[in-house]
């Protein structure tokens, strides 16, 4: 055996059988055997050259940990190394700063001079008012590199950066017409020949046609790339203008087909609107034969090929919005609060949504009409206006009743209705007003109406008479109201129970098939609030606007909605059917799906309302 406690180059052998001890040097072993002697020696290099290596691996790893680490450190809020923005070096710059260099660039572009080469002649354009650079999304863009990915990841990339360059092109817009409007004033050969298109202007009593005719033009898109290649490279030059002939983009032919559409459009009506829900809308007329000195034309570009269009007057049509539909559109938004009375929930003030008419986007919806013809239904013009909705809201949404979202609105027009029915209208809305319901309690339209007669305050109006005539009697235009709560409870995906359609259509509920008739005992309308918690019932009747709204208030319970009608189900005798499908998905994942059916007798078997001696015993549905 070898004791490793023998001075050095000294081996000690024993045997098993006896004490005896022998002593050898290693340097005796070397001259015994001199092939082993060199093995010993390079053993001996190596070891000591190992334990080098290993001791500068170390050193290495070490160093290398370190300057991970400061650089990581340094590059903690700083673009990584050898980033280049059109081929401008940032790496190792702040955002802030590398804004600044960017910009600096960007003022030196901007003083370079851009020239416009035309044969032998030089001129200079101003780049200021033909492009604009977004530095700031520059830079965010180039600053994500190595500043979005997991810790290894961005570790990985600012080391990798050291040997790893990246050229990022600096992002800009160019104002094309600006840029053609440019070369056509600075070039003397194309500014005095111009192309001039022919027009259609109104004069006195008729629209009439204006010459055209052609001129010069050059390669815009020729050109339009040798001004991106300088951009790009944040530098100034030349831009060589090959000049041509230009027809007019409007000619006789086409300017005599825009005054054909002017004619027609003459003959029609245009229609503008706004839906409130996609179903009940404010509608507005204007005919067009009265305001002909509106009627301008404009050059409109549609696949490659100009057209002329008539168009109302902007500032016309911008002042007729302004003074004759913005003041009724307006209506300010209403907040409501969740009170304590008691301990019991107490509503103060009453939701409302708010509209305001978006003046310049409705000029444009408009004048963008006339491009998609008539509508078929109706023979006009139509337009959809633009209004901003800005919807009420709970201000205490943490309340502890827990009544914290606006869970469905439901809407419906009375516009046309007489004044002893917008009473009913207003009469029964008020005792449905602030209703409360706790979570699993049902709900009764007739309870809450009352007796339909005049001791409870209602007036007499049209209403359904054993399904085939209207009469006027207590309580018409009740189902008004029952009718826009129904829109409620479906849009808000409640249980319902009861419900019964009109036995024809009636023309205050349309889309067909989400109107709900009641009488006093039947039919009802009656749900369920089968939410886990309590609801609220509020409503808003609006004169001005014929309006009927309600508000489901509550909380919500992650159930997922979606509707689908009026579907069509065809004839059956002097009867037609529609239909409407709710589809309910309940956080839990399960999901069940309903139909409303609605049947309705064809309007012609309906018999006219003619005065005659009171009936008796007649059984009554309110509508």
Known sequence: MIDRRLPRNQLEFRTRSNSAVSVLRLNDIRSFN?????????????????????????????????????????????????????????????????????????????????????????????????????????????????????FFENEQSQLTSYIDSKNEMIRYVINETAFYNAVNQAIPELRDNQPVDAGVVYNGDRFEITEGNDGLGFE??????????????LQGGEITIMVHKKNADIDSEKAAAAQHTASIMLRSDLKMQYTYDGYNYDRWGLNLSQIRQWINFKKVIENGTSKLYPILDEAKLRKYLAEKIAPYMYTPKQDITVMSEDGAPKIQGTLRNGYCLDIENSVQSINRAWQHGKDPSSGCYLADLTVSHIEGSILNPDNEFGLSDVLSVGVTDFFGSSINRKHNIQHVSDRIQNVF??????????????????????????????????????????????????????????????????SFEVAYYKPAGLDATVFDPAPDLAFVNDMPSSIFIQNYVDMKKTKVYFFIIGKKDGRKLSFDGPIYGGTMGKHYQYSWTRDIQMADGSRHTEEFVSIYKDKNAIKKYRPEPAKTENLAVLH
């Open 34 to 150: 001199p092939a082993f002697s060199n093995v010993i020696s390079i053993s001996s290099a190596l070891m000591a050259a190992g334990k080098c290596v290993f001791a500068f691996g170390f050193i290495l790893i070490g160093l290398t940990l370190v300057l991970a680490s400061v650089n990581s450190i340094y590059l903690s809020n700083r673009i990584v190394w050898n980033t280049f923005i059109a081929g401008n070096d940032v790496g190792g710059m702040t955002r802030s700063e590398a804004k600044q260099f960017l910009e600096s660039k960007i003022r030196d572009l901007y003083k370079q001079k851009i020239y416009l080469r035309n044969r032998f002649s030089l001129y200079p354009i101003r780049l200021e008012t033909i492009a604009a650079f977004d530095v700031e999304g520059t830079v965010d863009k180039v600053y994500q590199r190595g500043h979005q990915s997991g």
């Open 220 to 233: 815009r898109d020729f050109a339009t790339r040798q001004l991106r290649a300088l951009i790009s490279d």
């Open 437 to 502: 319901l706790e979570a699993g309690e049902l709900f009764s339209f007739v309870k809450k109406m009352g007796p339909i007669d005049s001791l409870s305050g209602y007036r007499k109006e049209l209403v359904i008479v054993n399904g085939d005539s209207t009469e006027p009697q207590y309580g018409g235009g009740v189902c008004q109201v029952s009718s826009t709560l129904f829109r409620a409870i479906f849009f808000a995906g409640l249980k319902v129970v009861n419900r019964k359609s009109h």
